[in-house]
């Protein structure tokens, strides 16, 4: 199974700060990955997706690169909405498997 | 609307059974593949099952082969997990989602329901 290792595990971060959250692959998974944020009682929301891809509606200060084993998200810009957890997950081959989650509190 | 309704959940002994549904509306349901995913505090989100647009495909994680069965009805657009031999470890928020969102040979996972909380526990 592939391993998805995402570091930080926590964050704390002010407004307007630049973020950048790193997701690595146990092996290379071209540019199957996805995205995550998630807020406490609600369901994942999808931010991008093919490693680099934003979803629609996602506001432009969400940006994804990398391809194999190393990905990033970044947050530009960071606004109050955007404190949250965030995921990673990969597509490569089932079984799909997600990262354990980077944390962002207010500083 | 479009969306994903989960339903089902609740306490449950060990060793019993239980059985999940989510309700699709708004979106051709049988277009796209449907899986469950679960969450818990200690170890994250878990891809549980997928099952393909007409059922024909199934394919589950190892901790729950030959307890857990993936089933779709088209004609009710309506997702199934029948659980059975329930253990702790499966306390968990239970998802379903869709993958709609399709890009270079893959399909991601842009729709999901609110969840249904199944507690394992004596």
């Known amino acids: 199974d592939i391993q998805l290792t995402q570091s930080p595990s926590f964050l704390s971060a002010s407004v307007g700060d630049r973020v950048t959250i790193t997701c690595r692959a146990s092996?290379?998974?071209?540019?199957?990955l996805a995205w995550f944020q998630q807020k406490p009682g609600k369901a994942p929301k999808l931010l991008i997706y093919a490693a680099s891809t934003l979803q629609s509606g996602v506001p432009s200060r969400f940006s994804g690169s990398g391809s194999g084993t190393e990905f990033t998200v970044t947050i530009s810009n960071l606004q109050p909405e955007d404190f949250a957890t965030y995921f990673c997950q990969h597509l490569n081959s089932f079984p799909l498997t997600f990262g354990g989650g980077t944390r962002v509190e207010i500083k | 609307e479009v969306q994903l309704v989960e339903s089902g959940g609740g306490l449950v002994q060990p060793g019993g059974s239980l059985r999940l549904s989510c309700v699709a509306s708004g979106f051709t349901f049988t277009d796209y593949s449907m899986t469950w995913v679960r969450q818990t505090p200690g170890k994250g989100l878990e891809w549980v099952a997928n099952?393909?647009?007409?059922?024909?495909?199934?394919l589950y994680v190892d901790s729950v082969k030959g307890r857990f069965t993936i089933s779709r009805d088209n004609a009710k657009t309506s997702l199934y997990l029948q659980m059975n031999s329930l253990r702790d470890e499966d306390t968990a928020m239970y998802y379903c989602a869709t993958p709609r969102s399709y890009l270079s040979g893959r399909y991601y996972h842009d729709l999901w329901g609110r969840g249904t909380l199944v507690t394992v526990s004596s």
């Open positions: 092996q290379g998974i071209s540019s199957y």
């Open positions: 099952i393909n647009r007409d059922g024909s495909e199934k």
